[in-house]
Structures are given as C-alpha cells and as structure tokens.
C-alpha cells in the first residue's frame, strides 16, 4: 500500500514537471516573435564591436553646401554657355561622381542640352562632352547619370567645354533666377541689336519662345 502510494506521488510530480516543461518551450516561442516583431533585439552580451559611423560615407553622397560662392548672376555673367541638361553617362561607367571617388580634376560625362539660355542655340538637342564632373576645383560638381540640371560652363582654348561653377537644382524658383540673369539678344526689323534684361514674368513669358 506505501509502495503504491509513493508511486503515485512520484508518478505524478514526474507529470507536473513535464507540463511545466512543456509550458516554458510554448511560452518562450511566441515571446521572441513579438520581440522581433516589434523590434526588440537582444543586447550586445558578447562584447561584439559597434558598427562604425557611417556619416562619413552619407555625407560623401550629398552635395555639399556651398555658403561663400558668389551669386547665380555673378557666376552666369563668367560662364560662356548656360544650359539646361540631362546627363547621359559618366566616363568609365559610373552612375555617379563625388570629389571622394574621381579627386580634384573630376571626370567628363555626356550631357544633352535641353534648353539654352545663354550661349548658341543651336546646341539644344544635342550631346556635349562636360568635363569636370565630380571634381573639388568646383564646390557642388555632384553629378549622377539620370540627374538634369543646370549647367554654367566655360570653352577652352581646344574647345573643351569645362563646368565653370557648382551645378544648380532644375526648379522653377532656380529657372526664373536664371531667365532673370541672362540677357538675352535679338534682331529687330531695323537690324538694330537690344539687349534686355528679364524683370517680370510678363516680359519672360513673352520672351520665352524667343529663346527656344
């Protein structure tokens, strides 16, 4: 009768301790799901290294700010040919060029003229070869294949079209400023030649199938 009795209570513990078993493995599962789900990770508990600081490699992406640059106007007035234009491809086909990858002389890249507002006419539509791209001698020269933008450039004495300031953002604020620094010529019926400087968006409108 003791025998049976001891059985029983150990039969029975034996079956309490499985059920708690059992019940820590269901319980401990769902736990690191949330935990995942939410976003909960583990703490470093194996003295792993810290990732480094990657701001270095996203500030090598940005364009940089360039705070003492003179003015669009002033830098139209030294450039031989302002356009607008769509990069088609950069030299040793990169998609993109920082001064951090191609250094101080910056690389050339094929880029279509758009629209030309101060320079020959006829160079809309086709691709012109700008060197320079990328490089540190100009402040914002961050350029990528696909980017369109607006291009102040000078000619060498070869004919080599170089970026002669930082690129400027293709927006309408940027297109007006650009419309406004630029003098724009034509002749009249009396073969005499003026010189207007764009002021009001009357005039620019008015003006603005003039330049195309």
Known sequence: ????????????????????????????????????????????????????????????????????????????ERAYLVFTGHIEWLA????????????????????????VFKGRRDMAGRILQVNGLGGSSVCNSFARVKDTKIFLTTVNDEGKIFLNSSLVRLTLKN?????????????IVFGYSY???????CVLNWLAPLQQ
């Open 92 to 115: 040793g086909g990169r998609n993109r060029v920082t001064r951090h990858i191609v250094g101080d002389e910056g690389v050339a890249g094929g880029v279509r003229v758009k629209r």
């Open 195 to 201: 010189s207007v400087e764009l002021g009001t968006d």
């Open 1 to 76: 009768m003791w025998s049976t009795t001891k059985s029983l209570k150990l039969l029975s513990f034996l079956l309490f301790l499985c059920m708690l078993i059992s019940a820590g493995h269901t319980t401990k599962r769902p736990r690191r799901q949330n935990m995942r789900r939410l976003g909960i990770t583990r703490r470093n508990t194996e003295n792993l290294p810290e990732p480094k600081d990657l701001s270095r490699s996203r500030s090598a992406s940005r364009p940089p700010v360039c705070e003492e640059e003179p003015t669009l106007e002033e830098r139209e």
């Open 175 to 187: 297109l007006r400023k650009t419309l406004k620094a630029v003098q724009v010529s034509w002749w």
